[in-house]
C-alpha cells in the first residue's frame, strides 16, 4: 500500500529514504571522482560520466526496493511507470561538468512528486559534505539545521547567482539582464546545485536559470518553497518543466520580476 499522500502525514519514511540514497550514491561518485575518465557528451551536448550512469543505478534501484509502487524518473534515462501516484526524480549527479574538472560543486539531486506536486527534495553535497532538504509543509534544513531564506530587501545589497549568461541572455531580455546584474551588489556563479545551497543558506538573494530539467528543478522548488524563497517562472505557473526559473528571496519577489517582466511584480 503507497504511503500517505497527505503532507500532515510528514514523508518521514521517504525522507528517510531519499537521503540514504543520495549518500550512498555520493560515496560511490566520490570513488569516481579523482579516478581518470573521459565523459561523453549526450545530444544536448552536456556531459555523462560512468559515474551518473552508476549513480543513477543505485539510487533507482533503492528507492524501487522501498517503494515499488512509485514511479522513477531520471536524467539518465532510468523510468518505470508510477502505479501509486507519485514518482521520484532523479539527477545522480548535478553539475557533472564540475564533476568531471574536479571542483567540489556537484551533487546528487532527488525529488518526490505526489498528484503533481513536489512534496520532498534532497541536495547532497559530497565533496563539501552538505545536505540540504526539505518537505512540503516541514521546512528546510542545511546539514540538519532549520534554514530560511535571506531577509535582504535592497537590491543594492543583494547577491545574484547566475547558471550561466548565454542562457539567461536566451530566456530573458538581454537588457534587462544586465540591469540587474548592474543594480545588484555582486554576482556569483557556483553550479546551479550549490547556487540553490546557497539560496536556501540565506547567503545570496536572487537565482536566475535559464535552462533546465525538471530532475534541476524539482528539489529547487520545494527547497525555495520551505526557506521561504519563491520559486517563479515566466508564465507564473512555477512549473518545474519550464525549461527556466528565478528563485528570489521574499521582499525581492516584487522588484525582480518587475525587472525580468514577470508574474509577481
Known sequence: MAADLHPDAGFQKELDAGIHAA????ALALRYFLEPGSPVDKEDRSPVTIADIECERLIAGMLSEEFPEDGIFGEEGAFRTSRSGRRWIIDPIDGTRDFVRRTSFWAVQ????????IVLGVIYLPRLDEIVHAVAGRGCFWNGEVTRAADTSRLDKSIVLLSGFQSAWDTWPTDKIRYLTQSCWTVRAYSACYDVVMMARGKADIWLSGNGMPWD????RVIAQESG?????????GRIDARHCVIVAPALKKIVCEILEMPGG
Open 217 to 220: 528543478y524539482a528539489p529547487a
Open 229 to 237: 524563497a519563491h520559486f517563479v517562472t515566466k508564465d507564473g505557473t
Open 110 to 117: 532527488l525529488a518526490l512528486e505526489s498528484q503533481g506536486r
Open 23 to 26: 549518500r550512498r550514491a555520493g
